[in-house]
């Protein structure tokens, strides 16, 4: 089993629609969680930290959900620009950031 | 506020030539360092990360090395390059939380 596991998709999505995608991972004792964004050949950006409370940030909601496992991230009234690929990070107990392989999303006009 | 700089953008070299990739991170000392490489439509695949100068952990054995000569300055370097080693290299940094990255560098090895 993967340490971090994520849906590659591709998500086609109409737009304006709402699109959720989850990442799970397996080590428990993981501390800290990402989303970020990956437009085609371009390094990953930061789109936003996951708080154990769930955050939003916009049209952005993330969840973390510790006895599952997972981590959330949904947009809502999704818009062109947001095609892209998410990324989903985990940070472990050491220095390491482990790396889900990117949910590839698609927004349709 | 922290920058980090990764060059070159792009680059074509032959195979069997050497290669050196330099990174550098300004507003922060001490960072953790971190090169990646992805290849077309994959995942971030982690090659190298350090922790502090001279300190250099390798994830996965491959033609590549990496050396921080200094406290913000990551070098990742092959002495022979293959075929294989095209793919699109990052940089990154971290402190105790999120990375952040360079613009990295398109290698193709012909």
């Known amino acids: 089993r993967k340490e971090v596991e994520q849906d590659p998709g591709p998500f086609n999505v109409p737009e304006g629609a709402t699109v959720a995608f989850n990442c799970t991972y397996s080590n428990s004792a993981s501390q800290s969680f990402f989303w970020y964004r990956q437009d085609c050949r371009k390094e990953p950006k930061l789109l936003m930290s996951?708080?154990?409370?769930?955050n939003e940030d916009g049209r952005f909601t993330a969840q973390l959900n510790r006895a599952s496992q997972y981590i959330s991230l949904l947009i809502r009234d999704s818009k062109l620009s947001d095609s892209a690929t998410y990324l989903c990070v985990v940070r472990g107990s050491n220095y390491q950031l482990i790396w889900g392989a990117g949910t590839k999303l698609i927004i349709k006009p | 506020s922290q920058t980090i700089h990764q060059w070159p953008a792009t680059l074509v070299q032959p195979v069997g030539s050497p290669l050196s990739l330099e990174c550098t991170v300004e507003g922060t000392s001490n960072p953790n360092l971190y090169w990646y490489r992805q290849a077309a439509g994959r995942g971030l695949q982690l090659l190298f990360y350090?922790?502090?100068?001279?300190?250099i952990s390798s994830e996965v054995p491959q033609n590549l090395s990496a050396s921080r000569p200094q406290d913000r300055q990551f070098i990742l370097s092959s002495k022979k390059l293959l075929l294989s080693d095209s793919g699109f290299y990052l940089c990154?940094?971290?402190?105790?939380?999120?990375?952040?990255f360079g613009q990295g560098t398109r290698l193709t090895v012909v």
């Open positions: 996951v708080y154990s409370s769930g």
């Open positions: 350090s922790v502090g100068i001279g300190q």
């Open positions: 990154a940094w971290s402190e105790q939380g999120e990375a952040f």
